[in-house]
């Protein structure tokens, strides 16, 4: 199976007056990683330039310098670019930093940035900047949108030329660590931590080792009963203890460089130490004790919820669950365990409110997980540039009482005690031609990337560089699909479920409206709409959710008057006439977005279109569909939303547009 | 795997007065069906009466003769069965019909009847007492709930002790034609016309044959293109017809007792001839030519429409589409088609009114199709006894023009020109020990097969006929389970889709309550429920579809004033607060039915309870688990659809009960 090169395309660019410097590279440095910037850098003058580059080594009239400094500030993933007379001087504290330059380097030519006043010093504001696959050993991806898996295939792992370019791509935008098996861990990937599968890990390991990425490996909890023939899992157990003492032995004789494991523990029906009247801490714990020696880490989720909630009672919040669970324990946990606390209290959605743990846990280690994967916002069909949206989450403040006091505060280790430790994607790829399925997907692989490095970048620059480099600097193609990526976010939202509420989806494949899919069962996710209003009361007076958050926003979310429109329902269960910020009631704001959402996604798909001459006929055409598909989709979500309401409420649109 | 008995389970039968003539045989025919007639007498008199029944070869004195004789009006399969002296005599003009008098005698002697005064003339009133199967090659069954498939596993088909013992239990009640094989005939199964799969059915059939039933199959109607390799499946194309002779030709060399096929084209994503711009006459009469050198028979499926329908659009009606297809053709099949029409114009709900068809054709054969394996009916979790059921059916009125004029009157060729040829029903078996999933399930195998036999039969009359032979004569295990049985459809239609509105079951596995589930779908199944009323207009100023009916009840069914309660939101959209014969609105009717029939269930589970004692502790709790189930699911289905139209509606329960 072929694949492209997503934004590592490297076309060929014209008229590039600095192109003159990629002429000759001098380096002392040697090392896997030294190797791999070289030939990075060697691919890329060869298709951007034509022409192929020297190793030097004296140091030439005109070219490229690759040194390795000692300067604190750079740390141990930072780098400089700069031009000396005829030579740009690429500095870091490691190889890691020099290949990060180099990419930041290329990046710098497909765009056509002037190098002749170039001073660039670029240091990762977080420490983990991650990827999770949900890949599974059949070659099956969960809520996979772009065929299968690279990493696997019949039971067996793959390491090859597609692996390779992988890494590449993870290197070029700074991630620096990856788990490949999903955390539901089934069947066969359990075995991951069995000799014959190590092996073939290591081999992984090695390879992502010399791109600067670490591998983690998702773990099953039971896995000393499922292998080790143990009865029990309970974390206190000595026999358990023991086990995996000895079980992360025999993983880091085998794979001395595995970063760790990620856990998924006692959630939707995987084993946890719950099951053994344990609390989380305990079960993290027992396995951060036994993996420390190797300086490895337990990134433990926080997923966790009742998800046999009946929908009856309307007192109990999923959205509680995470904090109720782990707010209690903040401090319990050992200094090698990182909680992965997903950005909404729900899972993915559109819009929800961030986690009322961030901010307030203070003395445990924690990252933000977020989803690129688009399971509920549009599952890369429908198009969704989700930077923006991260973009807001990172720039919310948590008021958790210091000077600095946003979330991207928090995860780069700037308030709470240093104990934000990055943040986390559940990754959007397979082994479709295109990596993503939809070809634009690819922007929030590369957007996730470089907004985990950088916070303050802004999602509409980076967009730019993205189709700078994926297809071309054409004025046109980078305004008309700047606009596309920048409006995607904002529509999508205009024409799903409404003001925060969430869900509405089609049970099991989240992919297109049922208005009520969600609402008689048992998995916590309600609108409450009925006759009169909608929307879940989470104030004091419901489940007392909006209490949970440091007292500024606290006392922002506990009144539908204060409450921002866009999280209204979230929080409140309100009339259909209540007024909104904006000036409609309810209703009329639902009728409103529906029609202007559907009508957004038919000028997308114009836009698309005016691209045809510009774009290859094969990405072209691919892409064309997919935006036909969302045309149709925003239709039904937005007929249907509408004919809901309106045949629920008995309450005419004010612009007797069609409702059915 | 092992498996039961079922009701020819043969418990010992103590204190039974007639005993006696179970002693010898006399009989002076020979051949396969007698061998069988005689082996299942022996079987079960060793097993009631714990003694060996001796074949004499010369008239004993007391016993049990077997006779052919030759009496028109027996004709082929019916029998006599009488006392003279101290002999009982079973004749009939047939093997087969010996057969079947000997299952009647045993059938007696269960149920402890006197047979000093018997004198019993049956003959079957339906020429076709037919079974579909929609069992797969690789052993799963579509819509099974009783386990896979006994006929087929891994692409092989199987012919064992099993498939002898379906062949007993289908003779025992009179089937007299079965289908093995999936009306969707996908990948495999076409090849059931080649050579090597012609030979294994070959062994079936005959097996079938000596039970007096025929093996018929399913066709894909597009095998000439699959297998034939030809371009087309066009009905009138002469290479398409060529081929169908030959093929034919060949089949028949095979097995030359094969009954015929049965076809499903241009449904739901199955080929036919509307594909190639030809009528469904065409379609069938094409492969009715070529098998009628054969005295063939091919059955056509009526369930076409368009599934592909937008719910937007109130003009267009699903349960118009087979009588709009199919009533201008009357006249136009051959004499060996046989038109398979659904009882209903939905899809086996537990309540529709009657398709229009029947009453209306008058120059094609035809039979009704009804569903034993409860698809919409619980799925053999939820007990639903359907006899009483199909018995309404059957003696509706079609008021076709006749003296006799209900539908069994046309199924029995008593009207419309004796087109009526008989009745079919899609099975409910498996490979479950039991073969029906839930024990009490069978008797809707059994009861089909009965009142297949015989119209004017009571389902509670069947029942208990039924409880005899397969649990016990026990007045109370008799009195309980007809209570039982007799009282489930009503309730499972209490609980469940009110008023003939049908569906709001979940979407693809169709178990449980989903409310908006296929209301704004593609498949023509919708409720139209809003905060006003609730109901599908098919009334002139609607679809149109209620006076495709034979006048009196098109007029009846027209207006919502006269149309039956049961009906009524089938054939009307009408408020909430309409007033319905018995008095309530429709919303406080369904509400308290919804009450009641949760109820109900609590009650048939205790009932259930009572029988402890009385019932084989593996049959009792495999039984027990299945109300508990159908407990919850009753509660389900009452809860959220009360609370659904409590929340569209905005009208209180007069009771305030509780809703949410």
Same mark, same amino acid.
């Given at each position: 199976?072929?694949?492209?090169?997503?934004?590592?395309?490297?076309?060929?660019?014209?008229?590039?007056?600095?192109?003159?410097?990629?002429?000759?590279?001098?380096?002392?440095?040697?090392?896997?990683?030294?190797?791999?910037?070289?030939?990075?850098?060697?691919?890329?003058?060869?298709?951007?330039?034509?022409?192929?580059?020297?190793?030097?080594?004296?140091?030439?009239?005109?070219?490229?310098?690759?040194?390795?400094?000692?300067?604190?500030?750079?740390?141990?993933?930072?780098?400089?670019?700069?031009?000396?007379?005829?030579?740009?001087?690429?500095?870091?504290?490691?190889?890691?930093?020099?290949?990060?330059?180099?990419?930041?380097?290329?990046?710098?030519?497909?765009?056509?940035?002037?190098?002749?006043?170039?001073?660039?010093?670029?240091?990762?504001?977080?420490?983990?900047?991650?990827?999770?696959?949900?890949?599974?050993?059949?070659?099956?991806?969960?809520?996979?949108?772009?065929?299968?898996?690279?990493?696997?295939?019949?039971?067996?792992?793959?390491?090859?030329?597609?692996?390779?370019?992988?890494?590449?791509?993870?290197?070029?935008?700074?991630?620096?660590?990856?788990?490949?098996?999903?955390?539901?861990?089934?069947?066969?990937?359990?075995?991951?931590?069995?000799?014959?599968?190590?092996?073939?890990?290591?081999?992984?390991?090695?390879?992502?080792?010399?791109?600067?990425?670490?591998?983690?490996?998702?773990?099953?909890?039971?896995?000393?009963?499922?292998?080790?023939?143990?009865?029990?899992?309970?974390?206190?157990?000595?026999?358990?203890?023991?086990?995996?003492?000895?079980?992360?032995?025999?993983?880091?004789?085998?794979?001395?460089?595995?970063?760790?494991?990620?856990?998924?523990?006692?959630?939707?029906?995987?084993?946890?130490?719950?099951?053994?009247?344990?609390?989380?801490?305990?079960?993290?714990?027992?396995?951060?004790?036994?993996?420390?020696?190797?300086?490895?880490?337990?990134?433990?989720?926080?997923?966790?919820?009742?998800?046999?909630?009946?929908?009856?009672?309307?007192?109990?919040?999923?959205?509680?669950?995470?904090?109720?669970?782990?707010?209690?324990?903040?401090?319990?946990?050992?200094?090698?365990?990182?909680?992965?606390?997903?950005?909404?209290?729900?899972?993915?959605?559109? /819009? $929800?409110?961030? %986690?009322? *743990?961030?901010?307030? =846990?203070?003395?445990?280690?924690?990252?933000? @997980?977020?989803?690129? !994967?688009?399971?509920?916002?549009?599952?890369?069909?429908?198009?969704?540039?989700?930077?923006?949206?991260?973009?807001?989450?990172?720039?919310?403040?948590?008021?958790?009482?210091?000077?600095?006091?946003?979330?991207?505060?928090?995860?780069?280790?700037?308030?709470?005690?240093?104990?934000?430790?990055?943040?986390?994607?559940?990754?959007?790829?397979?082994?479709?031609?295109?990596?993503?399925?939809?070809?634009?997907?690819?922007?929030?692989?590369?957007?996730?990337?470089?907004?985990?490095?950088?916070?303050?970048?802004?999602?509409?620059?980076?967009?730019?560089?993205?189709?700078?480099?994926?297809?071309?600097?054409? /004025? $046109?193609?980078? %305004?008309? *699909?700047?606009?596309? =990526?920048?409006?995607?976010?904002?529509?999508? @939202?205009?024409?799903? !479920?409404?003001?925060?509420?969430?869900?509405?989806?089609?049970?099991?494949?989240?992919?297109?409206?049922?208005?009520?899919?969600?609402?008689?069962?048992?998995?916590?996710?309600?609108?409450?709409?009925?006759?009169?209003?909608?929307?879940?009361?989470?104030?004091?007076?419901?489940?007392?959710?909006?209490?949970?958050?440091?007292?500024?926003?606290?006392?922002?979310?506990?009144?539908?008057?204060?409450?921002?429109?866009?999280?209204?329902?979230?929080?409140?269960?309100?009339?259909?006439?209540?007024?909104?910020?904006?000036?409609?009631?309810?209703?009329?704001?639902?009728?409103?977005?529906?029609?202007?959402?559907?009508?957004?996604?038919?000028?997308? *798909?114009?836009?698309?279109?005016?691209?045809?001459?510009?774009?290859?006929?094969?990405?072209?055409?691919?892409?064309?569909?997919?935006?036909?598909?969302?045309?149709?989709?925003?239709?039904?979500?937005?007929?249907?939303?509408?004919?809901?309401?309106?045949?629920?409420?008995?309450?005419?649109?004010?612009?007797?547009?069609?409702?059915?």
């Amino acid at each position: 199976m072929s694949w492209e090169q997503a934004w590592l395309a490297y076309h060929c660019v014209v008229n590039y007056e600095d192109a003159s410097y990629f002429e000759a590279i001098y380096t002392l440095e040697s090392g896997k990683i030294i190797d791999n910037a070289l030939e990075e850098l060697r691919l890329a003058t060869n298709k951007m330039f034509g022409k192929s580059i020297a190793i030097e080594r004296s140091m030439p009239q005109k070219g490229i310098c690759l040194m390795l400094i000692e300067e604190i500030s750079l740390n141990e993933a930072g780098y400089k670019i700069e031009r000396k007379n005829n030579l740009i001087f690429l500095s870091a504290n490691t190889q890691k930093g020099l290949l990060y330059a180099v990419f930041a380097l290329l990046r710098l030519a497909a765009c056509k940035v002037s190098l002749s006043d170039v001073h660039l010093v670029s240091v990762p504001d977080k420490e983990f900047r991650m990827l999770n696959h949900w890949d599974n050993m059949d070659g099956s991806i969960e809520r996979g949108y772009s065929g299968n898996s690279f990493f696997f295939k019949d039971q067996k792992i793959e390491v090859n030329e597609r692996t390779k370019d992988y890494a590449r791509l993870l290197a070029s935008i700074g991630i620096n660590a990856t788990v490949i098996n999903n955390v539901n861990v089934r069947a066969e990937a359990t075995d991951f931590i069995t000799e014959p599968y190590l092996k073939q890990l290591r081999v992984l390991s090695d390879l992502f080792e010399s791109y600067g990425v670490k591998l983690f490996l998702s773990l099953n909890y039971a896995a000393c009963i499922d292998i080790g023939g143990i009865t029990t899992a309970d974390p206190l157990d000595k026999t358990v203890i023991s086990w995996w003492e000895e079980r992360m032995e025999l993983v880091y004789q085998h794979i001395p460089t595995l970063g760790g494991f990620l856990v998924k523990a006692d959630s939707e029906g995987r084993p946890g130490p719950f099951t053994y009247k344990r609390n989380q801490a305990d079960g993290a714990n027992m396995l951060a004790r036994a993996i420390a020696p190797y300086q490895g880490i337990i990134i433990w989720r926080c997923f966790v919820y009742n998800c046999q909630q009946d929908w009856r009672d309307k007192k109990i919040d999923r959205a509680r669950a995470a904090y109720d669970y782990f707010y209690d324990l903040d401090g319990e946990f050992l200094e090698n365990v990182i909680l992965q606390i997903k950005n909404g209290p729900i899972d993915f959605q559109v /819009r $929800e409110p961030f %986690m009322p *743990l961030f901010g307030k =846990l203070k003395k445990t280690n924690h990252m933000m @997980e977020v989803q690129i !994967a688009q399971e509920y916002t549009g599952q890369q069909i429908d198009l969704c540039y989700l930077i923006p949206w991260f973009k807001e989450l990172l720039t919310s403040r948590t008021y958790c009482g210091e000077d600095k006091d946003t979330i991207a505060d928090l995860l780069e280790g700037k308030c709470c005690n240093h104990k934000g430790r990055g943040i986390v994607a559940v990754a959007n790829t397979g082994n479709d031609e295109n990596w993503t399925g939809h070809d634009l997907a690819a922007a929030n692989f590369y957007g996730f990337g470089r907004m985990a490095w950088d916070s303050k970048l802004s999602p509409e620059e980076i967009v730019k560089e993205w189709i700078s480099q994926t297809f071309s600097d054409k /004025r $046109e193609v980078v %305004m008309v *699909l700047t606009k596309l =990526l920048m409006m995607s976010w904002p529509v999508y @939202e205009k024409y799903t !479920a409404p003001l925060g509420v969430g869900f509405m989806v089609t049970p099991s494949n989240h992919y297109g409206p049922n208005i009520d899919g969600y609402e008689y069962s048992k998995w916590g996710t309600y609108h409450r709409a009925d006759h009169f209003g909608i929307g879940v009361d989470r104030s004091l007076k419901g489940t007392g959710y909006a209490s949970l958050y440091n007292p500024p926003l606290a006392m922002q979310y506990e009144y539908a008057d204060t409450c921002p429109d866009e999280l209204l329902l979230f929080f409140h269960h309100v009339d259909y006439n209540h007024i909104l910020h904006n000036g409609k009631t309810v209703l009329q704001h639902i009728y409103d977005t529906h029609f202007e959402g559907a009508k957004k996604v038919e000028e997308m *798909l114009s836009m698309w279109e005016q691209l045809k001459e510009s774009i290859s006929p094969e990405k072209y055409e691919r892409t064309l569909i997919r935006f036909q598909q969302q045309r149709n989709n925003a239709k039904e979500w937005c007929d249907q939303i509408n004919s809901y309401f309106y045949r629920k409420s008995g309450i005419a649109d004010q612009h007797q547009r069609p409702i059915y």
